[in-house]
T-cell receptor
Framework: DADVTQTPRNRITKTGKRIMLECSQT?????MYWYRQDPGLGLRLIYY???????NKGEISDGYSVSRQAQAKFSLSLESAIPNQTALYFC????????????????FGDGTRLSIL | RKEVEQDPGPFNVPEGATVAFNCTYS??????FFWYRQDCRKEPKLLMS???SGNEDGRFTAQLNRASQYISLLIRDSKLSDSATYLC???????????FGTGTKLQVIP
């Protein structure tokens, strides 16, 4: 779904490096999310943002930070990457303003494959 | 009890078979429900919403049972291209976070 764009698509880096994953969307949605996915563990929520001035921790926020620079942009940072942060990362968006608030489905970007050596 | 539970499978079925997946949830106040499809190492894609009255989209039927707190997905006349992992999603609505199940893997065999 090109409406939610993640960059980079793939990244290999070394332990201790700072990494930023970018997400931008053209859907006009107000809510944005960052997930990581590991084999057998499903999607786990890292951070989410309900609007530009709202940032919330998910279930696994330790070691990560986010910035919502604009309604359309939500970036995820790993300040000092460690090998167990190797995973597939997804950004998602949803629109809270359609129907009952907060009940609409999420739409995902293509994902970023991150490997930390 | 987990917030959302799915049988991880894999379900191995022959082409043309009918297969059904269930997903149970713990939050009785949940407002919206969805099924997503995820191909290996790809992003989850919305398959269908699940309405209280049930809904059908071609070979796919989704149902919601609020009394027993589960949703189901029925796939008729399975195709090889249906092979994927199916994720159920439960949304309390408002300002609460959405919960994804860990997925049920389907493999359709020629």
């Amino acid at each position: 779904d090109a409406d939610v764009t993640q960059t980079p698509r793939n990244r290999i880096t070394k332990t201790g490096k700072r990494i930023m994953l970018e997400c931008s969307q053209t859907k006009g949605h107000d809510r944005m999310y960052w997930y990581r996915q590991d084999p057998g563990l499903g999607l786990r929520l890292i951070y989410y943002s309900f609007d530009v001035k709202d940032i919330n921790k998910g279930e696994i926020s330790d070691g990560y930070s986010v910035s919502r620079q604009a309604q359309a942009k939500f970036s995820l940072s790993l300040e000092s990457a460690i090998p167990n942060q190797t995973a597939l990362y997804f950004c998602a968006t949803s629109d809270s303003r359609t129907g009952s608030i907060g009940t609409q489905p999420q739409h995902f970007g293509d994902g970023t494959r991150l490997s930390i050596l | 009890r987990k917030e959302v539970e799915q049988d991880p499978g894999p379900f191995n079925v022959p082409e043309g078979a009918t297969v059904a997946f269930n997903c149970t949830y713990s939050n009785s106040a949940s407002q919206s429900f969805f099924w997503y499809r995820q191909d290996c190492r790809k992003e989850p894609k919305l398959l269908m919403s699940v309405y209280s009255s049930g809904n059908e989209d071609g070979r796919f039927t989704a149902q919601l049972n609020r009394a027993s707190q589960y949703i189901s997905l029925l796939i008729r006349d399975s195709k090889l291209s249906d092979s994927a992992t199916y994720l159920c999603v439960v949304n309390p609505g408002g300002y609460q976070k959405v919960t994804f199940g860990t997925g049920t893997k389907l493999q359709v065999i020629p």
